[in-house]
């Protein structure tokens, strides 16, 4: 199976801030690559597909970038809105997996 | 406007069984996959089974293969999953989701059921 690693568990920072989230995979999955956002008591929202491709309605200040086994989230300028948890889900195999999510906090 | 209302989550003992219903609105059912995907409150989300809209591919998590069931009925625009020998780690938030190919990114979520297993 393909395990999903995302990095820092927590992250700590300000309105205006440009955040970076990283997911490793334990084997290369092209950029079959989403992430999602999570507020307390709400379902996940889509942001990203194929580890690059924005989906409808969601902000250009947030962007996806990597192939393989290694991507990023960035949120180039963080807004109060953006304050979540942020989960990375690799689509390439039958045993598809979320990472372990991300909390963004405020500083 | 997508909607997908699940139901069916309930306190039930260990060993028992349970099914959850969700009923898919606002778009063409069976022109999706659909998927459970559940959460432990508090903690990270976990793909449980899904089904391809003709119900020839189906898959499950290790954690619940032999023991949860998942189909649908594109006649009635809804998706279930029948949980039989419960656990105290089936203890989550179950959400229903769709995606357009079989092993493909979500792009809508339900609001979720919470089922419980305690005695």
């Known amino acids: 199976d393909i395990q999903m690693t995302q990095s820092p568990s927590t992250l700590s920072a300000s309105v205006g801030d440009r955040v970076t989230i990283t997911c490793r995979a334990s084997?290369?999955?092209?950029?079959?690559l989403a992430w999602y956002q999570q507020k307390p008591g709400k379902a996940p929202k889509l942001l990203i597909f194929?580890?690059?491709t924005l989906q409808n309605g969601v902000p250009s200040r947030f962007s996806g970038s990597g192939s393989g086994s290694e991507f990023t989230l960035t949120i180039s300028s963080l807004q109060p809105d953006d304050f979540a948890t942020y989960y990375c889900?690799?689509?390439?195999?039958?045993?598809?997996?979320f990472g372990q999510g991300t909390k963004v906090e405020i500083k | 406007e997508v909607q997908l209302v699940e139901s069916g989550g309930d306190l039930v003992q260990p060993r028992r069984a349970l099914t959850l219903s969700c009923a898919a609105s606002g778009f063409t059912f069976d022109n999706y996959a659909m998927h459970w995907v559940r959460q432990v409150p508090g903690k990270g989300l976990e793909w449980v089974s899904g089904i391809s809209w003709d119900s020839r591919s189906i898959g499950y998590a290790d954690s619940v293969k032999g023991r949860f069931t998942i189909s649908r009925d594109n006649a009635r625009d809804s998706l279930y999953l029948q949980m039989n020998s419960l656990q105290p780690e089936d203890t989550a938030l179950y959400f229903c989701?769709?995606?357009?190919?079989?092993?493909?990114?979500?792009?809508?979520w339900g609001r979720g059921t919470l089922v419980t297993v305690s005695s």
């Open positions: 084997q290369s999955i092209s950029t079959w």
């Open positions: 989701t769709r995606s357009t190919e079989w092993l493909f990114y979500f792009d809508n």
């Open positions: 194929g580890a690059s």
């Open positions: 889900h690799q689509y390439n195999s039958y045993s598809q997996a």
